[in-house]
């Protein structure tokens, strides 16, 4: 027997309290006088020195017994304090002739019987060894189940000694009422409270005593006697009050009245809920109703909230879009009355000047005479006016803004001052109209936002000025302010797959000047997308050589993301926001920060009208499960998100498909605007009509291979074609006609082939042809050595390119192309991480709410989960609920998880987009993480609320639901690394398995090293330890066995149940963190 275990039987003893400090013999008093008066005396002693030995052992206790007891003195008290009743001691004193104490067991004896125990590392009951009372050669009848025996008379016994079993074979007696005698020992052992020990009586069918399963020996005077073992409730039921009953002593058990319920092991009947029903005999009150209670009332808390928050929603929208449509309609108004002055003071003045001019020819003196005519009195000038309305005299009125807007426009009007007063402008300092920054209400800012459209429809009708563009008006001189210019150059542009030798693009050199339109055509399989990937920095898995050059620098196009916008193919909208909500989400966002309100909301506003979305700027986009607006409108949005940012340089590819002319030509209208203000603008396009081509400023012509074919000016496309000796027919676009000869569709003409394109348009421009391709400059030679094109058609494009060469080494210079993010240099500050965080707040709150049919889904798959675990696996008090705490681990980790990818699986792609225009990835993370926290914390009272009164368990609900909170928690974080690093297929098998297999692992016998360890760091360990040890402090008393043969069994510690739930904690913590690092680091490949 190792060492420890020794020391530990002591301990034992003191639960048990028959180790007296120092026993007295005064037992004999009563059995040799009989004295009644003394009865009371003895027995009260007897049980002093019984309770004076705790303080004894506390330190040992608390070292070897401390994983399943956590305050000795309350354990003790709650096991063995029989101070309210000492019956048991007193009948036992009277039934025995002779000192009680002689046979009481010494704490050797106590050491012999529990070392089973720790032995065979159970707390089912155990065969004894053999000692020296009860062995093969001697086997007194106090030997046997249920009896003992006591010492001689004249020997006394050292009730402290653990290592001496005294001899006791004399007078053998069953065991008396309240005790239980081992077999194998020959002394008594006090029953803890909370169980039922009385005489056995024998059955005579079976040969048993009952309530006990020991059978009499074949001795003829031997009768059932008392208990015979105490130990986990599996092999000693017996002696365990029955449920439905109480037992107040250990020597009397009564049935639970009506109203009350008894739950086996206890000591005192329980009071049952008032909305319960608890008939007599109750082992456990029927709380289902405080579920569906419970339930109902969390029902309605969410649809209230719900339905909060979509009215004020709704109602925030409908106060706003009232406040836009009052605000447009007195800027149009305003407008509308200005024409009109304008028009009827121009006609007045017409009029009056024909006037004066007849009556000057009228008044003129005839040939001949000498008259003088006669003086004309000079004119005032209201008389130019039109009939103007005199006030009486004595009432003298204020003018209003209207009639102040009309005297403006009479004294001056050229002038944009006076121009709509009461909405106001940026250049109305002298009218003391408030500036952008100090617009603070929604009216203030729509007037201000649609005065503003006004103005520049005016000023675009009267100077040709940008519509969809900003205007600054900040100045006095009425400067426009352009944007800042991005010119983007690039030479020997390779691009190849990593691996193989297949190339994409192949020495493709030219310019994208500010302020034009550049229009990339060709075949398919010419590497139009892949020629704007690598523009804007989003090429992955190629090796790139050649320069780009940013504004004349070996600059990373990522220093200047800020003001770059990508339109993808795809549109990568959020279906579950409208219109107005996606446009402006990105102008908050990426806008400048210090950019007043007002400002971004005319920004927005602009948007929305040069694109056509006035209709349905509040419908939702809609998904591929829910219908929303239209795919020629998506792709409008789609334009915009990237037009409300002011971008510089604007890539776009294939804006135009699945568009209708009428929606192309809006779209290149708007894009057309954008370009007066500076903005370098390319496109990829698709069968453009000819009057869509005819917008286009520059056109790209790629070949197969990735070889240009022309890259110049829309207007000499022709003239180049045809100086090689391509025409194009009539009725027949340029554009369509030059695919279907790359394509291999058309003939170019003779002397021709496809191939020979893009050597000609090198030869044209000067740039190295390839080795491979040199074999079609011969052809070319020898087809051209007698036309001499060559230098004729030199000026048409070339010299366009002309400063790409200059500012660019020799074409055998290759600098790779650099993926750095590099520094900023964009110039434009955006919100920080903090302010973002708010507006992604905002957003992700929204589309939770126009989800609620999935969350409630989610709930109501947690009801029936809650319900039918909490049915199926009813707490039994010898596992102490173990098996339905399993269950729950993997059904909650399961489904949490499940539901948790939503999260960050269902948007990658918008989040690639935003992240790569430079929003905030942490804000991003942040507000979804915030936003879960809501299902954390609800969906662990919903599933409570099934389980919980479903299942019976001792312990609390505040207990279950801290833990199932953290578990929540642990497990949505996991998900969220799934979702990031993992296609939703994949990672939802994962979901499905990790909680499966890792429930079985900490579950399994902890034999081997690797297991253990293994299963230590397991979070189902954590949950279903903090599970148990929550159920397990409410069991004491005769219970205390089977809780420390649990926990010894499983290798919990009743002290770690703060620890699991900190490790549950900070798991969710450190995976939050791994899957913010793979969010940033893993992008789309």
Known sequence: MNGPIIRAFP????????????????????????????????????????????????????????????????EWNAAFNFSDNLDFVTNCVKQIKGDVT????????????????????????????????????????????????????NVKIDMKNTNEIPDRTEDSLPCCEGFFCPQGLTCMIPCPLGSYCPRGNLNTATGICDPYRYQLPPMSNHSCGGADMWADVSTSKEIFCSAGSYCPTTTKEISCSSGRYCQMGTTAQKRCFQLSNCKPGTADQDIHVYGIILIVALSLLLLIIYNFSDQVISTRYKRMAKSREAAARSARETAQARQRWKTAKDLAKKRSLQQSRSQKAADAPKVGTDQAPPAVPPQSSSAEKPSAVVAPKGKKKDSTNLTKMLDSIDDNPESNEGFNLKIGDRNIKKQHVPKAKELHSKSQIFKYAYGQLEKEKANEQKKNMTFSGVISMATDDDEVLKRPSIEVAFKNLTITLKGKRRHLMRCVSGKLMPGRVSAVMGPSGAGKTTFLSALAGKITGCTMTGCILINGKLESIHSFKKIIGYVPQDDVVHGNLT??????????????????????????????????????????????????????????????LEMVMEPSLLILDEPTSGLDSSSSNLLLKALRREALEGVNICMVLHQPSFVLFQMFDDLILLAKGGFTVYHGSVKKVEEYFSGIGIHVPERVTPPDHFIDILEGITKPGPGLTAQQLPVRWMLHNGYAVPPDMMEICDEISKSSSNKGQNNTNNAIAGETWQDVSLSTDSQNDQVDFNYSKGHDLSGRITPGVLRQYRYFLGRVGKQRLREADMQAADYLILLIAGAALGTLSKTTDASFGELGYTYTVIALSLLCKLAALRSFSLDKLHYWRESASGISSLAYFLSKDTIDLFNTIVKPLVYLSMYYFFNNTRSSFEDNYAVLVCLVYCVTGMAYVFAIMLEPSPAQLWCVLLPVVLTLISNQDKDSQVSRLVGNYCYPKWAMEAF?????????GVWVITRCGTLLQSGYDLHNWGRCLTCLIVTGVLCRFIAYFCLVTFQKK
């Open 11 to 74: 301990l034992l003893i003191l639960f048990l309290g028959i180790a007296p400090s120092g026993w007295c013999l005064e037992g004999d008093a009563y059995s040799d006088s009989r004295n009644p008066a003394m009865l009371p005396l003895v027995t009260t002693l007897i049980y002093n020195q019984m309770s004076n030995v705790t303080s004894l052992f506390k330190n040992d206790v608390s070292n070897y017994l401390g994983y399943c007891v956590t305050d000795v003195d309350a």
């Open 102 to 153: 002689h046979r009481l067991c010494t704490a050797a004896e106590v050491k012999l019987y529990f070392s089973s125990f720790f032995e065979s590392k159970s707390s089912a009951a155990q065969f004894l060894r053999p000692n020296k009372n009860c062995n093969l050669s001697s086997w007194a009848p106090g030997c046997e189940p249920g009896w003992c025996s006591s010492v001689p008379a």
């Open 579 to 640: 219109v107005e909500e996606n446009l402006r989400f990105s102008a908050r966002c990426r806008l400048a920060s210090d950019l007043p309100k007002a400002d971004k909301v005319l920004v927005v506003e602009r948007v929305i009208e040069s694109l056509g979305l006035q209709l349905i700027r509040d419908s939702l986009v809609g998904t591929v499960e829910k219908r929303g607006i239209s795919g020629g409108q998506r792709k409008r949005v789609n334009v915009g």
């Open 1028 to 1036: 148990l040890l929550a159920n397990v402090e409410r069991y004491n």
